[in-house]
C-alpha cells in the first residue's frame, strides 16, 4: 500500500472518528463541531479561492458573518421560527446556485467580481447552509436524522463513483467535473434512495414511494452541490480547496454536498417528520 494510500485512509478513519464522537458526546459536541468546519471552510474559501489574507479586516468580517449568527442561533435562540428563517434564505442562496450553475457560461467572471467586492459574504455563503444542518438537531431524534442526511449524501457519492466505473460510458458534464458520468449520477441516485428509504423505514415504519422519490432527490441536490464547488474551482483555477485532509483536500471539499442538501433536508424533515 503506497504512503499516499496510508494517508487517505487514516485522515479518513480520524475524521470519521471525530464525527461519531461528537455525535455520542451530544448536540452540543456536535454543533460545537460543526462550527469548526464552517470556520475552516469560510477560512479556506477566503484564502484559498479569493486568496486574500488572514490579516485582512474583510478576513474577520467573513469569519463574524459566519460565527455570529451560527453561536446566536445554536446556542441562545432555540425558536423553530428563527431557524426556517435561515433555512428559506438557505433555499434562496441553491436557487441562486442553480442558476449559477447552469445558466452561467464558466467563463462568467460573477464569483471572482464578488470576491474582489464582498469578500466577507463568505460568511454568509457558509453560515446559512451550516444553521440549516444544525437545525436537524433540534429533533428528538437528532442522531438518527443526522445519520440519514449522511447515509443519503454518502451513498450518492458511493453509488456514483461504483456505478460510474463499472458501468459509465457517457460524462454528465465533462467541462465541469470531467469524471462524473450519467451512469455514475443515476446509481448514485438510485443508492440515495434505497438507503434512505430503507434506514427511514426501519425506524419510523413508514414505506412509501413518496419516500424513496425524497431520497433519490436529496442524492440528486448533493450532487448538485459538487458540480457547484467543481465549477467555482475551475473558475478559480485550483484542485482543492486546501490540503488540510490528507488525500482528501479541504473541509469544502468533503462537505460540500451536505451544506447544499442540507437547507432541502430540513424542510423535508419540517413536512414529513412523525
Known amino acids: 500500500m503506497s504512503s499516499n494510500t496510508t494517508k487517505r485512509i487514516m485522515s479518513a478513519f480520524v475524521l470519521v472518528l471525530a464525527v461519531f464522537t461528537c455525535v455520542y458526546l451530544g448536540k452540543q459536541a456536535t454543533m460545537g463541531l460543526i462550527l469548526v468546519f464552517g470556520v475552516a471552510t469560510v477560512d479556506e474559501i477566503f484564502c484559498n479561492f479569493f486568496r486574500l489574507k488572514r490579516a485582512h479586516l474583510n478576513y474577520v ?18 425558536s423553530a421560527g428563527m431557524h426556517y428563517a435561515i433555512v428559506n ?20 467572471k460573477i464569483i471572482e467580481d464578488i470576491s474582489k467586492r ?4 463568505s460568511g454568509i455563503f457558509i453560515m446559512l447552509p451550516m444553521v440549516s444542518m444544525t437545525n436537524t438537531l433540534h429533533y428528538s431524534e437528532w442522531r438518527l436524522l443526522v445519520g440519514i442526511l449522511f447515509i443519503v449524501n454518502f451513498g450518492m457519492d458511493t453509488g456514483a463513483w461504483f ?11 465533462e467541462k465541469v467535473s470531467p469524471n462524473k458520468t450519467i451512469e455514475g449520477l443515476i446509481g448514485g441516485m438510485l443508492t440515495s434512495g434505497i438507503l434512505g428509504a430503507s434506514v427511514w423505514s426501519f425506524y419510523f415504519g413508514r414505506t412509501e414511494v413518496l419516500l424513496f422519490a425524497l431520497f433519490c432527490l436529496l442524492g440528486i441536490l448533493s450532487q448538485i452541490g459538487d458540480l457547484i464547488q467543481s465549477k467555482i ?11 488540510l485532509i490528507p488525500g482528501h483536500g479541504g473541509v469544502y471539499d468533503r462537505i460540500d454536498s451536505l451544506l447544499y442538501s442540507a437547507p432541502f433536508f430540513a424542510v423535508v424533515l419540517k413536512y414529513y417528520y412523525l
Request: charged share 15%.
Open 163 to 173: 456505478f460510474g466505473k463499472n458501468f459509465g460510458k457517457h460524462k454528465l458534464w
Open 89 to 108: 434564505l438557505g433555499l434562496v442562496l441553491n436557487m441562486a446556485l442553480l442558476f449559477y450553475l447552469f445558466c452561467l457560461p464558466i467563463e462568467a
Open 61 to 78: 468580517i467573513a469569519q463574524a458573518l459566519f460565527i455570529i449568527p451560527f453561536c446566536y442561533f445554536n446556542f441562545l435562540d432555540f
Open 118 to 121: 464582498a469578500p466577507f459574504l
Open 233 to 243: 474551482k475551475r473558475q478559480f483555477k485550483i484542485k482543492d480547496s486546501s490540503a
